[in-house]
């Protein structure tokens, strides 16, 4: 189970942390993403990070304003977003990786809906 | 990046029908595609991985085929469960990308 928070109205330049708290799987074992659905656009992949936090990635569209971060001893995922724009306004979904299965996505949370409007 | 082309955009189908789904990629991907099943109001679902492996509690009625540039997606008998939307994605060349959907309606 992965459940995302942290979404809200922001304005372009803002800031928000989004958050996901997993249960019911090895948190510490799994790499995780986060996945955007961009209202007619689709789904676009953001950012992973590996089970133990030491290697990140990011889509050239978010490198340098997005962190992705994790506290195995919380099993949660955060994304830190920071000089947001318009183009960003989408539902932000955390998915877990399978086990042995780079970057196909096997358990997805609910989403958070993040709106960058003034 | 890789750009995955799903067609149709939309299909209207009835129940009991069988359907094949395509997604179609720019250039070779050799086997490294998935296929999810997204409905209102829930959560993406792992359908298909590796262009033809079933993930966990998949019925049979799923199956995926394909290696290369096109891969497909067949549901052997719809379901009323069945109609949402279809999303191919690729993990063979960096960065992961998805198709546009393929929506499945209800006639």
């Known amino acids: 189970h992965l459940l995302e928070s942290g979404g809200g109205l922001i304005q372009p330049g803002g800031s928000l942390r989004l958050s996901c708290a997993a249960s019911?799987?090895?948190?510490?074992?799994?790499?995780m993403d986060w996945v955007r659905h961009v209202p007619g656009k689709g789904l676009q992949w953001v950012s992973s990070?590996?089970?133990?936090?030491?290697?990140?990635f990011y889509a050239d569209s978010v490198k340098g304003r997005f962190t992705v971060s994790r506290d195995n001893s919380k099993n949660t995922l955060h994304l830190q977003m920071n000089s947001l724009r318009a183009d960003d306004t989408a539902l932000y979904y955390c998915?877990?990786?399978?086990?042995?299965?780079?970057?196909?996505?096997?358990?997805w949370g609910q989403g958070t809906l993040v709106t960058v409007s003034s | 990046e890789i750009v995955l082309t799903q067609s149709p955009d939309t299909l209207s189908l009835s129940p009991g029908d069988r359907v094949t789904l395509s997604c179609r990629a720019s250039q070779d991907i050799s086997e490294s595609v998935a296929w999810y099943q997204h409905k209102p109001g829930q959560v993406p679902r792992l359908l298909i991985y590796d262009a033809s492996n079933r993930a966990f509690d998949i019925p049979v009625k799923f199956s995926g085929s394909g290696s290369g540039t096109d891969f497909s997606l067949t549901i052997s008998s719809l379901e009323p469960e069945d109609f949402a939307v279809y999303y191919c994605q690729q993990r063979n060349i960096w960065p992961p990308t998805f198709g546009q959907g393929t929506k499945l309606e209800i006639k």
């Open positions: 019911g799987f090895t948190f510490s074992s799994s790499d």
């Open positions: 998915a877990k990786e399978m086990l042995y299965g780079d970057y196909y996505f096997d358990l």
């Open positions: 990070i590996s089970a133990n936090g030491d290697i990140t």
